[in-house]
């Protein structure tokens, strides 16, 4: 694969990723997308929807490390950062013993079941790409992504993530079931995976590749036009009586500048991923679900209404126009 282009490489990615996860293509091109962007992504589902294999499959491809943290109430902070052990025959006598954090591809399993204590444990290593403790700063992988999980009908238990840590995310992606011919292609591929030898192990996909498709996709244009857009797109969730009444009553509160940084770095990326080197109002409107419907605040009408902060977003599409 050495000598592959970055887009070639990437392309190769997702061909073999999507034949271990059927069914589930936004899922892959997602994943992809928020490691291409150097985000974080969260990720909804139902439990079985393939979540933990898509990112260990990510894994298995790349030439990089994989921590997988269960989130459960007992959790410490100090189980994902690490701790100062002490060991008394060593000058230093403390020692740092790095946590599961310290890898390239983090999947914090069911995030919503750890208290706010450990979730903010991430919360610098997600932002800042470092982690703090005992007052020395110790940096993170160059190669660095969390995908946090989290299951959307499970309310007993659990701890809803606050604002501040939902804004970290660069994607809050939602799943659903298969369909049935996906369903069905499932079943005779654990059946075969079950019954069939090892085979020759194929060569993985070097980190640098990540690196070049970045520094590639920092190149992608994004015309004035297109930055108005995702500025208006933005003004529209947090100033919507502009707009329309009904979108007004919908929001209490809109995106922060994370969210139009969030809709420029995704859309560049969406761009590169299909071949293109500038940026139109189909990539925005191809990423702005993702992006923005976990930095919306809905009103106490909305969600008496059984409004969704996807059905706000398809508002605000029609109602923001394109000035060229």
Not at 179 to 190: G, K, M, P
Not at 216 to 221: F, P, R, Y
Not at 228 to 239: F, H, Q
Not at 277 to 299: G, K, M
Request: net charge negative; with cysteine.
């Amino acid at each position: 694969m050495t000598s592959m282009t970055a887009q070639e490489s990437i392309q190769e990615l997702k061909k073999r990723m999507s034949a271990s996860i059927i069914g589930q293509t936004d899922l892959i091109d997602r994943l992809i997308l928020v490691l291409l962007a150097d985000g974080n992504m969260l990720l909804e589902g139902l439990p079985g929807l393939a979540k933990t294999r898509a990112i260990k499959t990510l894994a298995s491809e790349l030439d990089c490390g994989l921590s997988r943290i269960q989130f459960t109430p007992d959790l410490l902070p100090s189980d994902v950062t690490g701790t100062e052990i002490y060991q008394p025959e060593l000058k230093e006598k403390f020692v740092f013993q790095q946590g599961p954090i310290f890898s390239n591809l983090i999947l914090a399993d069911e995030i919503n079941r750890a208290p706010a204590k450990v979730q903010s444990a991430l919360l610098e290593a997600m932002e800042e790409r470092q982690v703090s403790v005992a007052g020395k700063t110790y940096k993170m992988e160059p190669l660095f992504m969390v995908m946090a999980t989290q299951n959307p009908v499970e309310q007993e238990g659990t701890y809803p993530l606050p604002e501040a840590q939902m804004d970290r995310f660069l994607m809050h992606v939602v799943i659903s079931y298969p369909d049935d011919a996906s369903e069905l292609a499932i079943l005779r591929l654990n059946r075969n995976e079950q019954s069939a030898p090892k085979g020759e192990k194929k060569e993985k996909l070097s980190p640098q590749v990540i690196f070049d498709a970045r520094k590639e996709i920092a190149q992608v244009k994004i015309s004035e036009a297109m930055e108005k857009y995702i500025v208006d797109l933005i003004s529209a969730t947090r100033y919507p009586k502009k707009y329309s009444e009904e979108l007004d009553g919908w929001l209490d509160f809109g995106a922060s500048p994370r969210g139009s940084i969030a809709l420029d770095r995704a859309s560049r990326t969406h761009a590169w991923m299909a071949g293109s080197d500038f940026v139109t109002p189909e990539n925005v409107r191809a990423v702005v679900h993702d992006c923005l419907r976990h930095r919306l605040i809905l009103s106490y009408e909305a969600n008496a209404e059984g409004v969704t902060p996807d059905q706000v977003l398809e508002e605000i599409l029609k109602q923001v126009a394109v000035v060229a």
